[in-house]
C-alpha cells in the first residue's frame, strides 16, 4: 500500500511548483535585461585590454576597446554602462583637476560610446577618488575629508561630464549637499534631462577591495572612508540620506554593497517607492568568481539567483559586473 496520510494536508504548496509551467506561473519577480547596468574600467592607450587579477573576467580597456565591448553588450540587451577611469597615476594631483579636463578618459569614453551607440545610456561616477593623490573621494585637509570644498569641485566634474554627453551621473562620494548644488549647477547650464542616480545609502565597506585595485586606489588610500560613507550598522541613517537626496533632485538612488544590504533596498522601496538600485560590488563579483572558479559553487546559478534577489527586494535594477554574462543567459 503506498502511503496515505490519515487527512489531507491543509495545503499543497507544492503543487506549484510541480513543473517549470507552473513555476513559472506562480513566479512572483522576473530579472530582465533591462534591469541590468554594467560597470566598466578604462585606461590609457589603444587596443589595450588588461585583466584585474582580483576581478576574474574584468578587465581594464581603453577607450577603443571599450566601444567593442559596449556594442557586444547593447547587442545583448545591457542598454546602460557606467565609466569607472583608471587613471595614470602621474596625473593625480591634491587638487584633482583631471577630474574636470574635459578630455579625461572618462570624458572620452562617454563621447566615443554616445558617437557609436547613441541608444545606449551612459553613467558615470562622481568623485574624486581615481584623480585623487590620497585616493580619499574628496580633499583631505589634517586628516578629514573636508565637506563644501570637495562638494565645489565635483560639481565642476559632473559638469563636465553632462558636457561630454553622459545620461546619467551617479555621485558615488557621500558628501553632504552635493545633490542640490549639482542639481542646480546642471539646470543652469541647460543640462536638464541629465538624470542624477545617487549612492545615497553607501557604505563603508570591506566589499571594494577589488575595485580599488581595478582603479589603482588601492595602495594609495590613506586612511579610511568612515567619516563619509554610512556605518554598516545602521539603516535608519541611510534612510534618512535618502529622503535628504530626493528632496535635493535625485531622480534615483542606488544601495551600495548589494547583497548584504538586501535589507536596505526592500526598506528604501517601501518608504519611497522611487526607482532604486543596488550596487554588487567587486569583492562580491570576486567572491562568487573565486567559488566559481574552484568549483565550490556553480558559478552561473549562483550568479543569476544572486541577480533575482535583488529584484526581490525591491530594486529596479543592478549595477554588476555580471552584466553581460547574464545578459546572455536571460537572452538564450
Ligand atoms: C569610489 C567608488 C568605490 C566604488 C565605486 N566608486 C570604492 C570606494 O568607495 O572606495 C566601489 C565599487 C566596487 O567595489 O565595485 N568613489
Known amino acids: 500500500m503506498p502511503y496515505a496520510p490519515a487527512a489531507f494536508p491543509a495545503g499543497r504548496p507544492r503543487r506549484v511548483r510541480r513543473t517549470p509551467a ?20 578604462v585606461r590609457d592607450g589603444q587596443g589595450v585590454e ?6 576574474p573576467g574584468v578587465y581594464r580597456r581603453s577607450v577603443d576597446k571599450i566601444v567593442e565591448a559596449a556594442k557586444e553588450a547593447f547587442d545583448l540587451g545591457v542598454s546602460t554602462i557606467c565609466l569607472f577611469p583608471y587613471t595614470d597615476p602621474a596625473k593625480k594631483t591634491l ?12 570624458n572620452t569614453a562617454t563621447r566615443a560610446i554616445k558617437a557609436a551607440l547613441p541608444d545606449m545610456a551612459v553613467m558615470t561616477d562622481v568623485a574624486l577618488d581615481p ?6 573621494d574628496g580633499f583631505l585637509v589634517d586628516g578629514y575629508v573636508v565637506n563644501d570644498e570637495t562638494v565645489e569641485a565635483l560639481v565642476k566634474q559632473a559638469l563636465s561630464q553632462a558636457e561630454a554627453g553622459a545620461d546619467i551621473i551617479g555621485p558615488s562620494d557621500m558628501m553632504d549637499g552635493r545633490i542640490g548644488d549639482m542639481r542646480q549647477a546642471l539646470e543652469h547650464a541647460g543640462h536638464i534631462n541629465v538624470a542624477i ?4 545609502a553607501k557604505y563603508a565597506s570591506a566589499f571594494y577591495g577589488p575595485f580599488r585595485d581595478a582603479v589603482g586606489a588601492s595602495g594609495v588610500l590613506k586612511g579610511d572612508k568612515k567619516t563619509y560613507q554610512l556605518d554598516p550598522a545602521n539603516t535608519d541613517e541611510a534612510m534618512r ?9 535625485a531622480d534615483m538612488v542606488m544601495v551600495k554593497p548589494g547583497m548584504p544590504y538586501l535589507d536596505i533596498c526592500r526598506r528604501a522601496q517601501d518608504e519611497f517607492g522611487v526607482p532604486v538600485y543596488a550596487y554588487q560590488v567587486s569583492g562580491e563579483y570576486a567572491m562568487m568568481q573565486a567559488a566559481a572558479q574552484n568549483g565550490w559553487i556553480d558559478g552561473e546559478r549562483a550568479m543569476m539567483e544572486s541577480l533575482m534577489c535583488f529584484k526581490r527586494a525591491g530594486c529596479n535594477g543592478v549595477l554588476t559586473y555580471f552584466a553581460p554574462a547574464a545578459a546572455k543567459i536571460i537572452g538564450a
Open 22 to 41: 507552473l513555476r513559472g506561473l506562480v513566479r512572483e519577480n522576473n530579472l530582465s535585461v533591462d534591469d541590468l547596468i554594467w560597470p566598466v574600467f
Open 50 to 55: 588588461e585583466p584585474v587579477p582580483s576581478m
Open 95 to 106: 587638487d584633482c583637476a583631471e577630474a574636470w579636463n574635459p578630455d579625461n578618459l572618462s
Open 131 to 136: 584623480y585623487n593623490i590620497t585616493g580619499q
Open 197 to 200: 542616480l545617487s549612492y545615497s
Open 241 to 249: 540620506c535618502i529622503a535628504r537626496d530626493l528632496d535635493e533632485g
